[in-house]
Each structure stands twice: as structure tokens, then as C-alpha cells.
């Protein structure tokens, strides 16, 4: 019986490769058909479309109508290039289950009978419902995925995808009632005793499913937020497009002025602006570039009054000296700040933050910017002065994973006095 | 120390502060003690912080109303309703030019050739778009579809509905003052009892 079972099996597996290769060898004309619905008979001969048809790739629906892709194929060409709009999602875990109970069952009893060879075969296919089971729910999460992330892009109009959200979430509510279908409390009875069965359906798929669900459930939340977001676009369409064709009907509407109720409503009650006093801002870098434009503009449309001929060279190297000559200023102002700040904490009793500092004292530099230089500063006192100034970082991990240290602020100690 | 300078010179020279044209000032005055500080700052000059569509955007109100601001007010609440027929014509065209599901909302890019390319297309959507062009409040006296969009674009960069990252870029963001534009819609239609509907029309009911 075995040998029998085995040769059964091995005429599987040719059967199975000379099928596959048929799909590689006509690719082209059944991506055609998957495309337009229908195969183009005319591109194959006969011998190739009876071929497909007993190879059970195709089929007609009614004599006298088109080939068709049989639906697993067509399913399997949408699972590989992703494709949402064609893409379906099983939810039908009872029969799989039941599957499972099945198989256990005739485990079971081919072991009582000590048909180890039987009982082998069982394990394998109870193995391959497991994973079976499993997968499905992973492509049907991965399949919901990427409908969200790509906010259903694969419909066309609003209204479609509203229709697909809503189709989605009907799907989550049944893989989710699926799932519930998985009773753990049956798979450790039907596992009883048994290493690898209790493995599988105990360990590997409470595991797993169980992982599944938090993932459904997240997604379900999304779909929801999306679908709060797919209304909002709706009626705001909707607003606009209405309002505009009733204004355009009823072009005399008089509004009522609701500048003259006692208290104008915040929509309608805009200041009127009020200009700063104009001054150069030397601290936006942009502000400065424009101004060093309109100036540089300026110089040489004086020249080429004053025929005096410059190189666009020369008057780019005056620009970028007085650009120069800011940003020194700058970082001398900043110098000057830091070193104030070791004066102060070297004449105080506490040991003091350089970010508190620079709030305290009301200094415009960037956090980030003022730390640096406090360091830097601090690298260049002597060693013994270092040494009287011990200085401390705040530093934490940019994440669990990533060990980068990030460095906070920084506290400088005074020395100790002795009194 | 947080500098909110920068902030109050922006309102008071009458901008609509929204996360795309200044997402940091915008994140910073979601803080509402710092609107309570700047409010403070504010008042010997009789404004206020105010914000619309849900904190989308923040602008400065008067605070008090004397004769001098409800001048003002009139007057701007007479430009916004000349300039709302305009406005809602531009977000319908643009919608069915560039094929969107919806009406343009803040952070939207809308570019410039793809709208040109889908009006010279369509003779219909070309006919709108140069009587949207001949609008005063575009005032466009251009033959040509570009141009009669560039100007479009031009103005409403003016008046704050549009922002152009990189002025030698013909792609343009939506700001949030288009959601102050909606709200102003919908007082207008709540106030004035207008039969305008937002919600699809539901099946009939069995």
C-alpha cells in the first residue's frame, strides 16, 4: 500500500511540473487574459488551448464564450503582483479547522494501529493545514496593509473607495470572528500526549494567531480613521460644489453683515496689520542672503553707471567677505557667552546646566549650537583648570536598539572652597 | 528661552499662521500658555490671538471694537464675500481638472503643468477657466491657458491660499487658509439657512 501511495505521489509531482511549465511557457497570453478578462484565442492554436484546458488553467464558462482564467489562477497571478482590486481574502477558518480535527482524528487511530508510516503522512498534512491556516491570515493582514498604507489608490474615485474601506472592514470583522474560531482549550485536548502536535497547535499557533489579532485590530482602527477621513473629503466636496452652484443661481443672495452684530463673530474679525519697524535681522541667515543679493544688485548696477568694469569674481568675494564678517561677530558674541558662563559657575557654590544658563540669562543661541560650544570651550582650558571645573554630560540612547549617545546638557561643578 | 518674537511680528503683520507656511510657529502656538503670553503682549495694542478650523490656523482679532475696526471689518467682510464666488470656482475647477477625489485641502501640491496640460485639453474646463480668469479679483487679461494660471496662482500666493516653495518651481502648496475658507462657507450657509448640503444623499429608507 505504501508503494502504491508513493508512485501516486511521484505521478503528483511530474503532473504538477509539466502544469507549472505551462503557465511559464504561455505567461504572456495568460497575463492577457488576467488582463482583459478573456483569452485571446486567436494568438493560440488549438493544441495549446486544449493544453491549458485539461491542465485545468483556464476554462469556458458556456460554449460559445471566451476562455477564462479559472479563479485559483487568477488568485495566485493577484497574490504575486500584489494586486488589491483582485486580491480576496479567505476568511473561512471553520473548514479548515474542521480539516485539522479530521486529520488528528485519523492520526490518532493510525498510530493506535501502529501504522507509523500513515501516521507520518497524517503529521505532515496536519503540518501543512497549520501553516496553511497561519498563511492565510498573514496575506490577508499583509493584503489589508497595503490597502491602507496606499489609502486604497488602487480605486479610482472617492466613492469606490469608501466601498472598499467598508468592504475591508467587513472582512477584518470576519477574519477576527475567524480567528475567535480557534479554541485553544480543543487544540491542547487534541494535542494531548503528542510532542510535535502540541507544538504545532499549541505553541506555534496560539503564537502566531495570537499576533494575527493584535495586527487585525490595528489595523481595524486605521480603517476606521481613514474611513472618518474619506467623509470628511466627501462632505467637503460636496460643501463646496453646492455652495458654489447655488451662489451661481442665486446671484442677488444679499448676506447679512456680521460686522454689525455687537459681537463679530472670530471668523470675520481680521485685524488690520500693523508693520514692524523696519531693521535688518542679522539673524536669519535667509534675510541675509536676500539682503546681501539686493546689496550686491545694487553695487553693481552703480558701477555699470560709474562704467566701472568688476568681475562677477570680485563682487562674489565682497559678498562672501561680508557674509564672513557676520558670521565672526556672531561667534565672537557666542565665545564671549560661554566663557561668561565658566566665569559664573567657577565663582558660584552649585554646580550649574549650560541649558539653564542659557534660559536664565536669556541668550538667543540655539540649544544644540550653545552645547557645542560650551564643549568645545571646555576642551580648549587648561588641564588643570578642567580639572577644578569637573564637567558632566546628560547623555541618553537615541533609541533601545541604536546606542548612540545623545547629549542632553551639560552641568559644570564649581571648585570646592575651602572654608 | 523660547523667543516668541518672531511669532507676533508674523500675526501682526496680518498673516494666517498654518502648518504649512510656518509649521513651527504653528506647532509652538498649539501651547496655549504661550497664546495667553503673546495675548498679553498683545493687548495695549487691542488685538488678540484667534484661531479657525480647529486650530488649523491662527490669526489676531481686535480685541475691542471702536469705529476705526468695524470700518476695517466691513470693509474686508465686503472683499470676502466678493472674493468667495471666485474662490469656490477655483476649488471646483481644480478639483475636476486634476482628476482629485476631493476639493483641495491644506499640505495639496497642485502643479502648475498638469493643470495647464488638463484645461488645454478640455474645452469645457478651458472655457471656466478664462471666465474664472476674467474675475475681478483674478483680473487676468491673458489669451493663454498658462498664463491665465500663473496669475491665478499669483494671487492666490497673495492672498495666502497658495505658497510656491522655490520660486523658480512651478508647484505650489495648499495652505491651511483654505480651511478658513470652508468655515467661512459653512457659517455663511448656517447663518443664512442656505439649502446647501454636505452629506451625500442617503438611500431611500425601507
Redesign the interface.
Request: no cysteine; proline share 3%; net charge neutral.
Given at each position: 500500500m505504501a508503494g502504491e501511495q508513493l508512485n501516486v505521489s511521484d505521478q503528483r509531482l511530474q503532473q504538477g511540473e509539466k502544469r507549472l511549465n505551462l503557465i511559464g511557457r504561455h505567461a504572456a497570453i495568460l497575463m492577457q487574459a488576467y488582463q482583459t478578462g478573456v483569452l485571446d484565442e486567436l494568438s493560440v492554436n488549438e493544441g495549446v488551448l486544449r493544453n491549458l484546458l485539461h491542465a485545468r488553467i483556464i476554462y469556458q464558462p458556456e460554449s460559445g464564450q471566451g476562455y477564462r482564467l479559472r479563479a485559483p489562477v487568477a488568485q495566485l497571478i493577484a497574490n504575486l503582483v500584489v494586486d488589491e482590486r483582485r486580491r480576496s481574502i479567505q476568511a473561512d477558518v471553520a473548514d479548515k479547522l474542521e480539516a485539522i480535527r479530521g486529520q488528528v482524528d485519523a492520526f490518532r487511530k493510525a498510530q493506535q494501529r501502529s501504522d507509523i508510516y500513515l501516521a507520518e503522512l497524517k503529521l505532515q498534512v496536519i503540518e501543512e493545514r497549520v501553516h496553511d491556516l497561519v498563511a492565510e491570515f498573514d496575506e490577508a493582514i499583509h493584503s489589508l496593509w497595503n490597502r491602507l498604507n496606499t489609502d486604497f489608490g488602487f480605486a479610482a474615485?472617492?466613492d469606490e473607495?469608501m466601498a472598499e474601506n467598508q468592504r475591508a472592514q467587513n472582512q477584518i470583522e470576519r477574519l477576527l470572528e475567524g480567528l475567535s474560531m480557534i479554541d485553544y482549550d480543543e487544540c491542547i485536548a487534541l494535542a494531548d500526549g503528542h510532542v510535535k502536535l502540541r507544538h504545532l497547535l499549541v505553541v506555534q499557533l496560539q503564537r502566531r494567531t495570537s499576533l494575527q489579532r493584535a495586527s487585525m485590530l490595528e489595523i481595524q482602527h486605521r480603517m476606521i480613521e481613514l474611513m472618518s477621513r474619506f467623509r470628511e473629503?466627501?462632505?467637503?466636496?460636496?460643501?463646496?460644489?453646492?455652495?458654489?452652484q447655488?451662489?451661481?443661481q442665486h446671484p442677488e443672495?444679499k448676506?447679512?453683515?456680521?460686522?454689525?452684530q455687537s459681537q463679530?463673530?472670530?471668523?470675520?474679525?481680521?485685524?488690520?496689520?500693523?508693520?514692524?519697524a523696519a531693521h535688518a535681522d542679522v539673524q536669519s541667515s535667509g534675510g541675509q542672503r536676500e539682503t546681501l543679493a539686493a546689496l550686491h544688485d545694487a553695487l553693481q548696477q552703480t558701477r555699470h553707471l560709474r562704467n566701472e568694469k568688476a568681475t562677477l569674481r570680485e563682487s562674489a568675494q565682497a559678498v562672501e567677505q561680508f557674509g564672513d564678517a557676520i558670521l565672526e561677530t556672531q561667534q565672537r558674541q557666542l565665545k564671549h557667552d560661554v566663557d561668561q558662563f565658566f566665569i559664573d559657575v567657577a565663582q558660584s557654590q552649585q554646580p550649574q546646566s549650560a541649558l539653564d544658563y542659557?534660559?536664565k540669562h536669556?541668550?538667543?543661541w540655539h540649544g544644540e549650537i550653545w552645547l557645542f560650544q560650551v564643549l568645545s570651550e571646555y576642551q580648549t582650558l587648561a588641564r588643570n583648570v578642567q580639572a577644578q571645573l569637573p564637567l558632566q554630560r546628560q547623555e541618553r540612547p537615541v533609541s533601545t536598539t541604536n546606542n548612540v549617545q545623545i547629549i542632553e546638557d551639560l552641568v559644570v561643578t564649581p571648585p570646592k572652597r575651602v572654608a | 528661552?523660547m523667543?516668541y518674537g518672531p511669532i507676533i511680528?508674523t500675526l501682526?503683520?496680518?498673516e494666517f499662521i498654518c502648518a504649512q507656511r510656518f509649521p513651527e510657529y504653528h506647532q509652538q502656538l498649539q501651547d496655549e500658555t504661550l497664546q495667553n503670553q503673546i495675548n498679553d503682549y498683545l493687548r495695549p495694542?487691542?488685538?488678540t490671538v484667534?484661531?479657525?478650523a480647529d486650530g488649523g490656523v491662527f490669526?489676531?482679532?481686535?480685541q475691542q471694537?471702536d469705529k476705526q475696526?468695524?470700518d476695517?471689518?466691513?470693509q474686508?467682510?465686503t472683499q470676502?464675500?466678493t472674493t468667495?464666488?471666485p474662490l469656490?470656482?477655483w476649488?471646483?475647477l481644480t478639483?475636476e481638472a486634476l482628476g482629485h477625489?476631493?476639493?483641495l485641502?491644506p499640505g495639496d501640491t497642485v502643479k502648475l503643468p498638469e493643470w495647464v496640460m488638463a484645461c488645454e485639453d478640455n474645452p469645457s474646463l478651458k472655457q471656466r477657466l478664462a471666465n474664472l480668469a476674467r474675475d475681478r479679483f483674478f483680473n487676468s487679461q491673458a489669451e493663454t491657458v498658462d498664463a491665465q494660471i500663473k496669475q491665478i496662482a499669483k494671487r492666490l500666493v497673495e492672498h495666502g491660499y497658495l505658497m510656491q516653495p522655490h520660486g523658480d518651481r512651478p508647484y505650489f502648496i495648499v495652505t491651511g487658509k483654505v480651511d478658513?475658507l470652508?468655515?467661512?462657507?459653512?457659517?455663511?450657509?448656517d447663518?443664512?439657512n442656505?439649502?446647501?448640503?454636505?452629506?451625500?444623499e442617503q438611500e431611500a429608507l425601507l
Open positions: 474615485h472617492l473607495k473629503q466627501q462632505s467637503r466636496s460636496l460643501l463646496v460644489g453646492n455652495m458654489a447655488f451662489l451661481r443672495l448676506v447679512s453683515d456680521y460686522t454689525e463679530v463673530p472670530t471668523l470675520f474679525n481680521q485685524a488690520r496689520a500693523i508693520r514692524a542659557l534660559i536669556e541668550l538667543q | 528661552m523667543t511680528e501682526l503683520a496680518g495694542l487691542n488685538r484667534s484661531q479657525a490669526f489676531l482679532s481686535y471694537l475696526g468695524r476695517h471689518l466691513r474686508q467682510f470676502t464675500l468667495l464666488m469656490l470656482e476649488l471646483t478639483q477625489d476631493s476639493t485641502v478658513y470652508i468655515d467661512v462657507i459653512r457659517f455663511i450657509r447663518e443664512e442656505l439649502p446647501v448640503d454636505e452629506k451625500p
